[in-house]
Nanobody
Framework: QVQLVESGGGLVQAGGSLRLSCAAS????????MGWHRQAPGKQRELVAL???????NYADSVKGRFTISRDNAKNTVYLQMNSRKPEDTAVYYC????????WGQGTQGTVSS
């Protein structure tokens, strides 16, 4: 099992930046993929960014060029750097890991004011 704890959420103005962190309870070296999803009020949860064990990344079209996902295997942590944030980025952000089973964090709120 893997427990995931997100941190770094908060309120920023449009155009600002925020970095989310997701700390795993065990080594992420062999975890197939880790990523971030988000869910805005009244909307379905959607994939934001994904990074594989080999370092390949995938992004939602809406965040390409603005968000960057990375992983630090030594710290068992995955990051999401969010730049040039827009009001429509406001959502609860969930960390995700696929290590045989799917694991989710509790979520962290990221709000962008216009």
């Amino acid at each position: 099992q893997v427990q995931l704890v997100e941190s770094g959420g908060g309120l920023v103005q449009a155009g600002g930046s925020l970095r989310l962190s997701c700390a795993a309870s065990r080594s992420i070296f062999r975890i197939n993929a880790m990523g971030w999803h988000r869910q805005a009020p009244g909307k379905q949860r959607e994939l934001v960014a994904l990074i594989t064990r080999g370092g390949s990344t995938n992004y939602a079209d809406s965040v390409k060029g603005r968000f960057t996902i990375s992983r630090d295997n030594a710290k068992n942590t995955v990051y999401l750097q969010m730049n040039s944030r827009k009001p429509e980025d406001t959502a609860v952000y969930y960390c995700y890991a696929n290590g045989g089973s799917n694991y989710w964090g509790q979520g962290t709120q990221g709000t962008v004011s216009s």
